[in-house]
């Protein structure tokens, strides 16, 4: 990205602090509802909603494209299940938009030739071969480090996302090794107590006392020589460590950021089950159902990369420094970013 890219992002962000100017710079977008995994803490694959096309998802992105969108984080279910990802990928780097995607890995090395254009690959990984596998099925493990170890070779950018549960609370340190084998970055999160995308009780809840020590443990590395390995910043670390109990954080989310759902809905974030559906993009354009999104109130903000989104619209520096260094190492501001120009 050249300096003049830098500062207009930067400008970008403070205008929506500060004057409440509201640009969609960084959309997460579930994809697929699809999954070829049954995660224990998950049930977002037991969905049939119709989800739209590929000539659908092309104009959403022209339209993203339009509006100023810097990045477009594609998640899922499983989003290499669309047999049109590699068309989508393709599409967005000739409208200038950054991708990175979340993946379970399995599909990765059948289709590495498509993924060359991202800017960040993340896998799940949730410890060793027996306590990943015993959470995301046999097998699982060994095909989570295929995919790392090709997009390494290939010169993606990788990031490691784990989900802290009640089974692998001591599997930090050989997270934070895997993290330096593959030049990587770990994300940390709880698992929450309802099921990903249901209303049932997740069985994989860790006990809160030992939950906030390991999080305290990270605090310290975090301050220590293995800092560069944890993606979490301090403060981001400091408000997950009192999961489950609510705590205030002033949310901004909104005004840089939205959630498209697999059916074309709009929401400002997964996470918020209070939220009311009903603006999609099937019937209305992206900068109607941008603009028309409402405020909302959450105490229960445990998705580490909404906690570092907010952190960082709330200046903090910690927060800044660690989101730029990242950004940097993972070649977001490289001269790439602009593959052709458009309207």
């Known amino acids: 990205m050249k300096f003049s890219n830098k500062i207009d992002l930067i400008k970008k962000v403070l205008q929506a602090v500060i004057f409440n100017k509201r640009t969609p710079l960084f959309v997460s977008w579930e994809i697929t509802r699809q999954c070829n995994a049954r995660c224990k803490y998950c049930n977002i694959w037991d969905d049939s909603s119709k989800e739209l096309d590929t000539g659908q998802v092309l104009s959403i992105i022209r339209e993203l494209s339009i509006l100023g969108t810097w990045m477009i984080h594609f998640t899922g279910g499983e989003a290499l299940l669309r047999s049109d990802f590699g068309e989508i990928l ?7 938009i950054l991708t990175s995607l979340n993946s379970n890995g399995a599909l990765v090395p059948a289709r590495i030739d498509e993924l060359t254009t991202l800017r ?11 306590v990943h596998d015993s959470a995301r099925g046999v097998g699982s493990y060994h095909k989570a480090m295929d995919a790392l170890a090709v997009a390494r ?8 996302l784990t989900v802290l549960s009640k089974q692998n609370l001591d599997a930090v340190d050989f997270l934070l090794e895997k993290a330096m084998e593959f030049n990587a970055t770990v994300v940390f999160q709880p698992a929450t107590e309802l099921l990903l995308g249901g209303q049932g009780l997740n069985p994989m809840s860790p006990e ?3 939950y906030r020590r390991k999080i305290e443990e990270l605090i310290v590395k975090k301050k220590g020589r293995q800092s560069r390995y944890i993606a979490n910043s301090l403060s981001g670390l400091k408000f997950l460590h009192d999961w489950p109990d609510m705590k205030p954080i002033l949310c901004l989310a909104r005004l840089v950021s ?5 059916d074309g809905s709009v929401l400002i974030c997964f996470r918020n089950l209070t939220q009311k559906r009903g603006l999609d993009l099937r019937s209305n354009s992206m900068k109607d159902v941008f603009e028309r999104l409402p405020s909302v109130h959450c105490n229960q903000c ?6 570092e989104l907010n952190c960082l619209l709330s200046l903090k520096f910690d927060t800044i420094f660690n989101t730029w260094r990242y950004l940097h190492i993972a070649g977001f501001f490289s001269g790439r970013r602009r593959a052709m120009k458009y309207d």
């Open 120 to 130: 960040v690959l993340a896998i799940s990984i949730d410890g060793p071969e027996e």
């Open 153 to 160: 070779d290939r010169g993606i950018q990788i990031r490691l």
């Open 302 to 307: 445990y998705c580490a990369p909404g906690v």
């Open 90 to 96: 393709r599409y967005c780097r000739q409208r200038g």
């Open 258 to 262: 939205c959630r498209i759902e697999s």
């Open 208 to 210: 809160v006392k030992r």
